[in-house]
């Protein structure tokens, strides 16, 4: 094994601090393990840290991204959960690991991989083997690589706090990755899912993959839509990814006593919506920050039975990390995936 490696890192904010540099591989320590990652996929919060830091303690200097895929090439002491050879993911929140979250009312819990702690956009990385899952038999790494923030999302939101049953009716804000996650992790529970999007060639591609339905909302009020095809019923179980002043539109869409998932802010950290019908509907409104191991373990073995397959848009080689991000603000179909091998 070589003794140096590549990784991004960047000793302030902003996309043009970037450095792909080398460095040497590190050792894995007592209860660590060390993994080769052959694959790393983005999402649109990584952007946000590298471009605004997203007002966290950032370690410097500042490896980011927090998703990814390889296999076990040393182990620390103490090391039981893994051996080398063995096809790992990273978790997201690495200290959540079931039930409760830590953190507080005051300051609630935001230690992540690629923010308060080192990202993953490396040849190999070092942490403590319970921040890794086992990855789904029956995916590539590059098609692993999209579960640990975008996947588990969907799931958490449908799944583990949406309790989503066959016949109720799901819909989905564009088709990103954690909306695309959520039309195949509701098609395979026997719900009809309605998508939104402003361009026609990628509601025909979301219908390809089993959407029932498309509402292109540049052309038509999407919740008037969801009326009409709902009898007026309005939709069971929401992925709300724009936040901001979309919340409004999803709890006018919203049937009565059905379920918001706030997931995204690509509108705004700030919302609101009108009380009337927030009254009268009585529906949940949750906000989902991912997800705990558990739940990323369990989405897994559903991967493996249901045999769901990530939706890819691209992939990019280590050193064209701008060309992806570039991709990203683009507005990808699916995931954009950074390969290693």
Known sequence: ?????????????????????????????????????????????????????????????????????GVVDAIGPGVTRFKPGDRVISTFK????????????????????????????????????????????SLNDAEASTLPVAGLTAWFALIERGGLKAGSTVLVQGTGGVALFGLQIAKAHGATVIVTSRSDEKLEKAKALGAHHGINSSEEDWVEATYRL???????????????????????????????????????????????????????IQGISVGHRRALEDFSRAIDSTGIKPVIDAHYPLEDLQAALNHLDRGPFGKIVINLN
């Open 1 to 69: 094994m070589a003794d140096t490696m590549r990784r991004w890192s960047m000793a302030a904010i902003g996309r043009d601090k970037l450095k792909l540099e080398t460095v040497a591989v590190p050792r894995p320590g007592p209860a660590e393990i060390r993994v080769k990652v052959s694959a790393a996929s983005l999402n649109y919060r990584d952007k946000l840290v590298i471009e605004t830091g997203m007002g966290l303690a950032l370690p410097q200097p500042f490896v980011p991204a927090s998703d990814m895929a």
């Open 94 to 137: 690495p200290d959540w690991i079931d039930a409760a979250d830590n953190g507080n009312a005051r300051v609630p819990a935001y230690q992540t991989l690629g923010g308060v702690y080192q990202g993953v956009l490396a040849e190999y990385v070092v942490f403590p083997d319970n921040w890794f899952s086992a990855a789904p038999e």
């Open 230 to 284: 709902t009898g007026d019923a309005g939709v069971d179980h929401i992925l709300e990814i724009a936040g901001g002043p979309s919340l409004a539109q999803s709890i006018r869409a919203v049937a009565v006593h059905g379920k918001i998932s706030l997931i995204g802010v690509l509108d705004g950290f700030e919302i609101a919506g009108p009380a009337g019908p927030l009254l009268l509907k009585s529906p949940v």
